[in-house]
C-alpha cells in the first residue's frame, strides 16, 4: 500500500499549483487590455477596456479636463480620446471612448469579492505604466451609502482607475483611493457599480468638455472679490465656513496667500476640519465634487494634503504645484 499512497501524494502536489494562475500569468493575461491615462490639466490615472473602444476609470481622473489621451501600457503611441458614453459621478466612475483603439474587454467576474481572497492591480502609480501589484481582500466598506472593497494589494496616485482582479484575470473592482495614515488601506470601487454604468452607455461620445461648467469664472486677483468669496458665513462647530469657494483653482501655496488675503482670521482649514466640513457638507451647502486644499503640509516635501469632496471623500498627497479648489474657514 505504501507506494500507491507515496503516489497519491505526489499526484495531489503536481496537481494544485496547475489550478491558479500567478502574477505574471494574469499580467500577460490583460496588460494588454489596459491603459494610462493623461489630461490637458495635468491628471494622470489609469484604465481599462470593458467594451470594443470603450475604457473606464474613475471621475476624478477626467474632472477638470477639456482634452484627454491615453496610451497603452506596453507601447509608446498616443491615441486620442473622443469623449465619454457614461458617467456617473456619485460612484466615481466614467466610460470613455476611444474610436481609434479596440481592444479585448477585461471580463466581469461572476462572483463577487469575498473576504480574504487574493488579487492584483494594474496601474501606473506615480507614472509608472504596467505595474502589478498584489493582495487580498481585507473588507467590505460602507461610506455614506456607497460600498468600497478595501484591500492590502498596492496602490498610490496615478493608480485610480486601475482594474482590480482576481485569480482567473476576472474584474473584482476599479482602484479609487487609499489612505496615507496607516499601512496598506487601499481601495476599489465594486464591479456591481461599473456594470450598472455599462448598461446604460451611449453610443455617440459626449465631449469632455461638458465636464466643465459652462460660465467659467474670470480669473481675477483672489482677493478682489473677499465679499463674494466670504458672503454669509456659516456657523459650524468652532468654525466659520465661507459661503463660497474661490471660483478658480489653485496651487497650494497661492490657495493659502488667498485665504489670508480675506483678513479677519480666515484661512485654509485643516485636513481635519476638512473631514467635519465634508460629513456637514449638506448642511453646509455650495461644496461641488472638487478636490481642496488643507492648510496641512505632507512629510513629504513639496507636497500637501487635500481631500475630494465626490461621494464619500477621500484624503490624498498632492503635488503643492498641483491646482485644486479653495474654501476658507475661520475659528470661532
Known amino acids: 500500500m505504501k507506494p500507491i499512497?507515496?503516489?497519491?501524494?505526489?499526484?495531489?502536489?503536481?496537481?494544485?499549483?496547475?489550478?491558479?494562475?500567478?502574477?505574471?500569468?494574469?499580467?500577460?493575461?490583460?496588460?494588454?487590455?489596459?491603459?494610462?491615462?493623461?489630461?490637458?490639466?495635468?491628471?494622470?490615472?489609469?484604465?481599462?477596456?470593458?467594451?470594443?473602444?470603450?475604457?473606464?476609470?474613475?471621475?476624478?481622473?477626467?474632472?477638470?479636463?477639456?482634452?484627454?489621451?491615453?496610451?497603452?501600457?506596453?507601447?509608446?503611441?498616443?491615441?486620442?480620446?473622443?469623449?465619454?458614453v457614461g458617467i456617473d459621478k456619485s460612484v466615481d466612475l466614467i466610460l470613455l471612448k476611444v474610436s481609434t483603439l479596440n481592444k479585448p474587454a477585461i471580463k466581469l467576474a461572476v462572483?463577487?469579492?469575498?473576504?480574504?481572497?487574493?488579487?492584483?492591480?494594474?496601474?501606473?502609480?506615480?507614472?509608472?505604466?504596467?505595474?502589478?501589484?498584489?493582495?487580498?481582500?481585507?473588507?467590505?466598506?460602507?461610506?455614506e451609502g456607497n460600498k468600497l472593497l478595501q484591500m492590502t494589494a498596492s496602490i498610490s496616485p496615478g493608480s485610480s482607475g486601475g482594474p482590480v482582479l482576481n485569480s482567473?484575470?476576472?474584474?473584482?473592482?476599479i482602484s479609487v483611493s487609499q489612505l496615507t495614515e496607516g499601512q496598506n488601506l487601499n481601495f476599489a470601487i465594486p464591479k456591481s457599480y461599473l456594470q450598472i454604468l455599462l448598461d446604460f452607455k451611449k453610443n455617440t461620445p459626449?465631449?469632455?468638455?461638458?465636464?466643465?461648467?459652462?460660465?467659467?469664472?474670470?480669473?481675477?486677483?483672489?482677493?478682489?472679490?473677499?465679499?463674494?468669496?466670504?458672503?454669509?458665513?456659516?456657523?459650524?462647530?468652532?468654525?466659520?465656513?465661507a459661503q463660497n469657494h474661490f471660483p478658480i483653482a489653485m496651487k497650494w501655496n497661492e490657495a493659502v496667500k488667498a485665504c489670508m488675503d480675506l483678513g479677519n482670521?480666515?484661512?485654509?482649514?485643516?485636513?481635519?476640519?476638512?473631514?467635519?466640513?465634508?460629513?456637514?457638507?449638506?448642511?453646509?451647502?455650495?461644496?461641488?465634487?472638487?478636490?481642496?486644499?488643507?492648510?496641512?503640509?505632507?512629510?513629504?516635501?513639496?507636497?500637501?494634503?487635500e481631500m475630494h469632496f465626490y461621494g464619500w471623500g477621500q484624503k490624498i498627497q498632492c503635488n503643492k504645484d498641483d491646482t485644486n479648489h479653495v474654501r476658507a474657514v475661520r475659528s470661532l
Not at 494562475?21 to 490637458?40: E, G
Not at 474670470?218 to 456659516?234: D, R, V
Not at 482649514?269 to 505632507?298: A, C, M, Q, R, Y
Open 168 to 173: 482567473n484575470g476576472e474584474l473584482l473592482g
Open 265 to 305: 482670521g480666515w484661512r485654509l482649514p485643516t485636513i481635519d476640519e476638512l473631514v467635519f466640513l465634508h460629513k456637514n457638507k449638506d448642511e453646509i451647502g455650495g461644496f461641488l465634487s472638487f478636490h481642496f486644499w488643507s492648510n496641512d503640509e505632507s512629510e513629504k516635501s513639496g507636497y500637501a494634503l
Open 111 to 143: 462572483t463577487t469579492a469575498s473576504i480574504g481572497q487574493k488579487v492584483y492591480v494594474i496601474g501606473s502609480p506615480r507614472g509608472l505604466p504596467a505595474t502589478i501589484s498584489d493582495g487580498i481582500i481585507s473588507g467590505m466598506r460602507d461610506f
Open 5 to 84: 499512497l507515496i503516489l497519491s501524494i505526489v499526484v495531489v502536489c503536481f496537481v494544485n499549483p496547475s489550478l491558479a494562475q500567478d502574477a505574471s500569468l494574469i499580467y500577460n493575461k490583460t496588460v494588454n487590455s489596459t491603459v494610462t491615462i493623461i489630461t490637458d490639466d495635468g491628471s494622470q490615472g489609469s484604465g481599462f477596456f470593458v467594451a470594443p473602444n470603450i475604457i473606464a476609470t474613475n471621475y476624478h481622473v477626467m474632472e477638470g479636463a477639456t482634452k484627454a489621451s491615453c496610451y497603452l501600457n506596453n507601447s509608446d503611441t498616443e491615441y486620442k480620446i473622443d469623449g465619454y
Open 206 to 241: 459626449t465631449a469632455l468638455s461638458t465636464l466643465i461648467p459652462s460660465e467659467k469664472p474670470k480669473k481675477e486677483a483672489p482677493n478682489s472679490y473677499s465679499a463674494s468669496i466670504i458672503g454669509k458665513p456659516i456657523r459650524i462647530g468652532s468654525i466659520e465656513v
